[in-house]
């Protein structure tokens, strides 16, 4: 399967740019008001059902976003799914200021080989994000040795469910293995919009090992 790391043998190492892939030609939707969008060819049924689809309960007015809490996507937890691990998943979950900045104090361990994925929980306010991306880079021994950039999609607001989002949809990623790959490793992550928008960046640490522990 597709790696994130799989490149760390043959990489040589590169410059830091923790930015999102453009598309040539793309120009990002202007941001719309969300009421504007809800009372806009309310006669057209087809369009409705779209609006419906993709603005969630903002459709029907049953918005929830919170007058004091000015962000547009709040990050809820990132939960690392490993196969076979003991123990179940790694979760980070992002309560507080406090809970980002120890996410780069401590660090976790894949055995080599192994089969993971990554889920994101998180939750829309005030207004659609469209072409919400996460970029993760992976560095060893101070090179970059990995650069990775998911679409996660466009989403309306919505607060309850929180939206959760697997990727590798479909398949797994796969740690390196053998001796050259195994060893400690940072990594760099941020979630940005079509608007350029950082909605949330963090730090953390991992180790690749022969086992579990």
């Not at 806009?40 to 609006?51: G, M």
């Not at 007015?61 to 007058?67: H, R, Y």
Request: proline share 5%; aromatic share 8%; charged share 25%.
């Amino acid at each position: 399967g597709h790696t994130l790391i799989d490149s760390v043998m043959a990489s040589g190492g590169g410059e830091e740019d923790l930015t999102p892939e453009q598309t040539p030609g793309y120009v990002p939707p202007a941001a719309v008001d969300i009421n504007d969008l809800i009372n806009k060819d309310n006669d057209d049924e087809s369009l409705r059902r779209y609006k419906e689809q993709l603005l969630g309960a903002a459709a029907s007015g049953a918005t929830t976003s919170p007058a004091d809490d000015p962000r547009r996507v709040v990050i809820d937890e990132m939960r690392i799914i490993c196969e076979g691990r003991p123990g179940g998943d790694i979760v980070y979950t992002f309560k507080s200021a406090d809970d980002v900045a120890a996410m780069s104090k401590t660090s976790f361990t894949l055995k080599e080989g192994c089969n993971y994925k990554i889920q994101v929980t998180f939750r829309v306010h005030h207004q659609i994000v469209s072409g919400l991306k996460y970029l993760t880079q992976v560095y060893r021994k101070g090179l970059s040795v990995a650069k990775e950039n998911t679409m996660l999609g466009s989403f309306g607001p919505q607060d309850e469910p929180a939206y959760v989002v697997t990727f590798p949809r479909r398949d797994w990623e796969v740690a390196p293995s053998g001796m050259l790959a195994r060893g400690h490793y940072t990594a760099k992550s941020k979630y940005v919009d079509d608007d350029n928008q950082t909605h949330l960046a963090y730090e953390y640490a991992f180790d690749i090992k022969k086992d579990w522990e």
